[in-house]
Nanobody, 124 residues
Framework: QVQLVESGGGLVQAGGSLRLSCAASGLTFSRYVMGWFRQAPGKEREFVAAINWSGGGTAYADSVKGRFTISRDNAKNTVFLHMNSLKPEDTAVYYC?????????????????WGQGTQVTVSS
């Protein structure tokens, strides 16, 4: 079965950096758009970033543009989220997701598979 396993979360001070990883198995990784979403307590899950199969197409939420970078390694079936200049408002559970198809998508309903999430906490 399809599994998406996130790692790399943790506690970091404001201004710091983290790199999240998501290892995928059970699917043809290169056929999927990969995305990152996040959900803070009491809030809806929101789009963070997505990348198409080749890595040539990406999309970012306005709140993370210029600070976060999404990348993928198709040889290792892994997608990354490099997070710099972290802010307390970035605190959330971060989820990796996979959407079948060529075009970058940003809505939760377009994603077929989800990971269990990894906690990111940014202290002020």
């Amino acid at each position: 079965q399809v599994q998406l396993v996130e790692s790399g979360g943790g506690l970091v001070q404001a201004g710091g950096s983290l790199r999240l990883s998501c290892a995928a198995s059970g699917l043809t990784f290169s056929r999927y758009v990969m995305g990152w979403f996040r959900q803070a307590p009491g809030k809806e899950r929101e789009f963070v970033a997505a990348i198409n199969w080749s890595g040539g197409g990406t999309a970012y939420a306005d709140s993370v543009k210029g600070r976060f970078t999404i990348s993928r390694d198709n040889a290792k079936n892994t997608v990354f989220l490099h997070m710099n200049s972290l802010k307390p408002e970035d605190t959330a559970v971060y989820y990796c997701a996979a959407a079948l198809g060529p075009a970058v998508v940003t809505t939760t309903r377009r994603y077929n598979y989800w990971g269990q999430g990894t906690q990111v906490t940014v202290s002020s």
